[in-house]
Nanobody, 122 residues
Framework: QVQLVESGGDSVRAGGSLRLSCAVSGYASSNYCMAWFRQAPGKEREGVASIAPDGQTHILDPLKGRFTFSKDNAGNTLYLQMNDLKPEDTGMYYC????????????????WGQGTQVTVSS
């Protein structure tokens, strides 16, 4: 059974850093597109970063330079390093897996964790 479990969310002041983790089990993450999404209160869920099965990494343009997506050698744990956090980064962060990196696949056939809350105060 595919399982994704996020951790590392916290409340921090603006300018601080957090590292989110996603423990994956039940499948080989190298065969899937792995991604982080976030959802702020009152807003739609948005993709933050992804790693394709071929290793290509994508970071949402406004977050480049502050956010880094990586995984351990075994591919069992994914990380989202977030630096210089801003109040607009506040939201629930989700780890997800899908066969391809298309949003449609994540929405219709993706696997999702329960989310971890990030709160950034000014």
């Amino acid at each position: 059974q595919v399982q994704l479990v996020e951790s590392g969310g916290d409340s921090v002041r603006a300018g601080g850093s957090l590292r989110l983790s996603c423990a994956v089990s039940g499948y080989a993450s190298s065969n899937y597109c792995m991604a982080w999404f976030r959802q702020a209160p009152g807003k739609e869920r948005e993709g933050v970063a992804s790693i394709a099965p071929d290793g290509q990494t994508h970071i949402l343009d406004p977050l480049k330079g502050r956010f880094t997506f990586s995984k351990d050698n075994a591919g069992n744990t994914l990380y989202l390093q977030m630096n210089d956090l801003k109040p607009e980064d506040t939201g629930m962060y989700y780890c997800a897996a899908a066969i391809t990196c298309s949003l449609a696949d994540f929405q219709s056939r993706g696997y999702w964790g329960q989310g971890t809350q990030v709160t950034v105060s000014s």
